[in-house]
Each structure stands twice: as structure tokens, then as C-alpha cells.
């Protein structure tokens, strides 16, 4: 059982000071006008080197939920609900 627990708690490190990435956050257009000028802010000042790129939630997300999923970092569902993380 030791082992199975190495094996999933190993974890690549991130540090967002040093990393170079593009993030992907599916949300509604509302969450971005809330949320959007906070997070920009966050992300500047502590990882200068990752850059977001925001996408409207639409037909396809819904239609294509699980290829849309495996491709972005983030997809909220509403201001308070969180529906996949990933980094």
C-alpha cells in the first residue's frame, strides 16, 4: 500500500514565480468581469511568466465536456462553483 501511495503523491514541482505557461480558464462572461481583473492582478505579481487566456463557456464546452476538460487548466461553473481544476 506504501508503494500505490509514492507512486500518486509523486507531484511535479511548480513554483509560479519561475514558470513559463499558458493557463486556460473556461468561465462565464459575468466571472470574468468579477473575477478576471483579481486574477490578472494575483497572477502578475506571483507568476509573472504564466500568461491566461479566458474562454467563454458555450454550446461546444457543454457538448464536448470531456475533450474540453482534458485541454484547460480551469472551467468554473458560476462565481462560487469550481467544476475542474488542473494544473
Known amino acids: 500500500m506504501n508503494g500505490i501511495r509514492r507512486v500518486f503523491d509523486v507531484r511535479a514541482e511548480f513554483d509560479p514565480a ?47 465536456a470531456a475533450e474540453t476538460l482534458r485541454t484547460v487548466a480551469l472551467a468554473i461553473r458560476g462565481v462560487n462553483a469550481l467544476v475542474a481544476a488542473r494544473i
Not at 513559463?20 to 494575483?42: K, M, Q
Request: net charge negative; proline share 6%; hydrophobic share 45%.
Open 18 to 64: 519561475t514558470v513559463e505557461r499558458e493557463f486556460t480558464i473556461i468561465t462565464s462572461d459575468y466571472a470574468v468581469a468579477v473575477l478576471g481583473p483579481i486574477v490578472a492582478r494575483l497572477v502578475a505579481e506571483q507568476a509573472p511568466g504564466v500568461r491566461l487566456r479566458m474562454q467563454q463557456t458555450g454550446p461546444h464546452v457543454v457538448d464536448h
